[in-house]
Nanobody, 122 residues
Protein backbone atom coordinates (compact mmCIF):
# COMPACT_ATOMS: atom_id res chain seq x y z
CA UNK A 1 0.00 0.00 0.00
CA UNK A 2 1.01 3.57 -0.67
CA UNK A 3 -0.43 6.52 1.22
CA UNK A 4 -0.34 9.93 -0.44
CA UNK A 5 -1.02 13.22 1.31
CA UNK A 6 -1.24 16.45 -0.67
CA UNK A 7 -0.83 19.99 0.59
CA UNK A 8 -0.32 23.49 -0.78
CA UNK A 9 -3.67 24.23 -2.35
CA UNK A 10 -5.45 27.52 -1.83
CA UNK A 11 -7.15 30.50 -3.40
CA UNK A 12 -5.14 32.88 -5.56
CA UNK A 13 -5.59 35.54 -8.20
CA UNK A 14 -4.97 34.84 -11.86
CA UNK A 15 -1.28 35.10 -12.69
CA UNK A 16 -0.15 33.93 -9.27
CA UNK A 17 1.83 30.81 -8.40
CA UNK A 18 1.28 27.87 -6.08
CA UNK A 19 3.34 24.83 -5.25
CA UNK A 20 1.60 21.60 -4.39
CA UNK A 21 3.38 18.92 -2.40
CA UNK A 22 2.61 15.24 -1.99
CA UNK A 23 4.27 13.11 0.66
CA UNK A 24 4.23 9.37 0.11
CA UNK A 25 4.50 6.65 2.71
CA UNK A 26 4.16 2.91 2.72
CA UNK A 27 5.84 0.99 -0.08
CA UNK A 28 9.09 2.19 -1.60
CA UNK A 29 8.32 5.60 -3.07
CA UNK A 30 11.49 5.78 -5.12
CA UNK A 31 10.41 2.97 -7.44
CA UNK A 32 7.21 4.59 -8.67
CA UNK A 33 6.42 7.08 -11.38
CA UNK A 34 4.34 9.81 -9.74
CA UNK A 35 1.74 12.08 -11.17
CA UNK A 36 -0.81 14.82 -10.68
CA UNK A 37 -4.39 14.89 -11.88
CA UNK A 38 -7.19 17.40 -11.44
CA UNK A 39 -10.96 17.28 -11.38
CA UNK A 40 -13.77 19.80 -11.56
CA UNK A 41 -17.42 19.11 -10.65
CA UNK A 42 -19.20 17.04 -13.25
CA UNK A 43 -16.04 16.16 -15.15
CA UNK A 44 -13.71 13.20 -15.15
CA UNK A 45 -10.36 13.37 -13.44
CA UNK A 46 -7.81 14.65 -15.94
CA UNK A 47 -4.09 14.07 -16.28
CA UNK A 48 -1.88 17.05 -15.46
CA UNK A 49 1.71 15.81 -15.19
CA UNK A 50 3.84 12.77 -14.41
CA UNK A 51 7.46 12.09 -13.55
CA UNK A 52 9.53 8.91 -13.72
CA UNK A 53 11.00 7.37 -10.61
CA UNK A 54 14.41 8.95 -11.19
CA UNK A 55 12.96 12.18 -12.49
CA UNK A 56 14.55 11.88 -15.90
CA UNK A 57 11.26 11.70 -17.76
CA UNK A 58 8.33 14.06 -17.42
CA UNK A 59 5.05 14.45 -19.23
CA UNK A 60 2.49 17.27 -19.19
CA UNK A 61 -1.00 17.95 -20.39
CA UNK A 62 -0.99 20.46 -23.22
CA UNK A 63 -3.03 22.89 -21.13
CA UNK A 64 -0.26 23.26 -18.54
CA UNK A 65 2.91 22.96 -20.62
CA UNK A 66 5.25 25.86 -19.99
CA UNK A 67 3.41 26.89 -16.81
CA UNK A 68 3.56 23.85 -14.52
CA UNK A 69 6.62 21.87 -13.47
CA UNK A 70 6.61 18.49 -11.78
CA UNK A 71 9.59 17.42 -9.69
CA UNK A 72 10.43 14.96 -6.94
CA UNK A 73 12.76 14.56 -4.01
CA UNK A 74 13.15 10.86 -3.34
CA UNK A 75 15.07 11.52 -0.13
CA UNK A 76 11.95 13.23 1.22
CA UNK A 77 9.43 10.87 -0.44
CA UNK A 78 7.85 13.97 -1.93
CA UNK A 79 6.62 15.01 -5.35
CA UNK A 80 5.88 18.63 -6.21
CA UNK A 81 3.81 20.53 -8.73
CA UNK A 82 4.97 24.09 -9.27
CA UNK A 83 2.13 26.02 -10.88
CA UNK A 84 2.91 29.42 -12.39
CA UNK A 85 0.80 31.89 -14.33
CA UNK A 86 -2.35 30.34 -12.94
CA UNK A 87 -5.60 30.83 -14.83
CA UNK A 88 -9.22 30.57 -13.66
CA UNK A 89 -9.55 27.40 -15.75
CA UNK A 90 -6.91 25.78 -13.53
CA UNK A 91 -9.45 25.79 -10.70
CA UNK A 92 -9.93 22.18 -9.60
CA UNK A 93 -9.24 19.61 -6.95
CA UNK A 94 -5.70 18.38 -7.55
CA UNK A 95 -4.85 14.76 -6.80
CA UNK A 96 -1.46 13.19 -6.32
CA UNK A 97 -1.06 9.75 -7.83
CA UNK A 98 1.37 6.85 -7.74
CA UNK A 99 1.70 4.05 -10.23
CA UNK A 100 3.11 0.56 -9.84
CA UNK A 101 2.50 0.00 -13.55
CA UNK A 102 5.43 0.29 -15.93
CA UNK A 103 5.14 3.69 -17.58
CA UNK A 104 5.55 3.32 -21.35
CA UNK A 105 2.45 5.04 -22.71
CA UNK A 106 -0.29 6.90 -20.86
CA UNK A 107 0.38 7.36 -17.17
CA UNK A 108 -1.97 5.01 -15.28
CA UNK A 109 -2.06 5.41 -11.51
CA UNK A 110 -3.29 2.90 -8.99
CA UNK A 111 -2.94 4.96 -5.82
CA UNK A 112 -4.51 8.35 -5.09
CA UNK A 113 -4.27 11.06 -2.50
CA UNK A 114 -7.29 12.74 -0.98
CA UNK A 115 -6.98 15.87 -3.11
CA UNK A 116 -6.32 19.54 -2.47
CA UNK A 117 -8.44 22.42 -3.75
CA UNK A 118 -6.94 25.08 -5.99
CA UNK A 119 -9.09 28.09 -6.78
CA UNK A 120 -7.97 30.79 -9.20
CA UNK A 121 -10.04 33.93 -9.47
CA UNK A 122 -9.93 36.47 -12.28
Amino acid sequence: QVQLVESGGGSVQAGASLRLSCVASGRTFNNYPMGWFRQTPGKERAFVAAISWRGGRTSYADSVKGRFTISRDNAKNTVYLQMNSLKPEDTAVYYCAASTIYWSGPYIPDYWGQGTQVTVSS
